[in-house]
């Protein structure tokens, strides 16, 4: 079994989503975790108004409530002509991916989100993204440079990967972010659509786990 969390960097929902996960990991270390980015605002080329920017903020508001976690908001506010594309951080989590196959890639989710929500950093700028992800991945075992990142997270084949991930997302009927499946073998399940506490989280992966497992009688898990 597998489970795959389909998300974005740049969604404030996954951000919150992605301590839940983080939360619950360790209760089921005998199944896999692979990320499939969804792209919510890829390719966007206009800045943010002032009635999007708002509706934004709004999120962050109810994404801190419901998770605890910080923003900085301030950052956000004082930057001016921003545009909201989420290209460029969804392909530098592939790029780690590539970069390290076996690498734990919610923490490498997880540690871009928090430089853009939590220190404001803005990781639609490669530079930025490079050295955030490098030394993440040297502090996980993975060791190399922002140079060497950059080089891959550049590379022709990292946006078609990407792009590919984007598809995959569409492919599957995934629109809404966060959301979490579980492969058992051929099969794909969609176990959660949308923000869920950890405590849910945990006992929703273990209903699925056992309907599932040979034997079982009761499969009622939903099927992506």
Sequence with gaps: MKLIFVGDPMCSWCYGFGKQLAEVR????????DIVVGGVGAGATEPLTLAQREFRLGHWSRVEAASGLPFDREAFKARTGFVYDTEPACRAVVAARLMA?????????RAIQHGFYAE????????????RVAETMTGMGFPTTAEAFLTVWRARETVAATQEDFLQARRWGVS?????LLQDGSKLYNLVTGFVAAAELHSLIETSVKALAPGATNKGVRYA
Excluded at 26 to 33: D, N, T, V
Excluded at 101 to 109: G, R
Excluded at 120 to 131: Q, V
Aim: avoid cysteine; proline fraction near 9%; hydrophobic fraction near 50%.
């Design 120 to 131: 404001g950093l803005d990781i639609t700028e490669g530079a930025l993204l490079a050295e």
């Design 176 to 180: 809404s972010f966060p959301a979490l």
């Design 26 to 33: 360790g209760a089921f270390p005998e199944i896999e975790l």
């Design 101 to 109: 196959p076996s690498i734990d890639q919610l923490s490498v989710f």
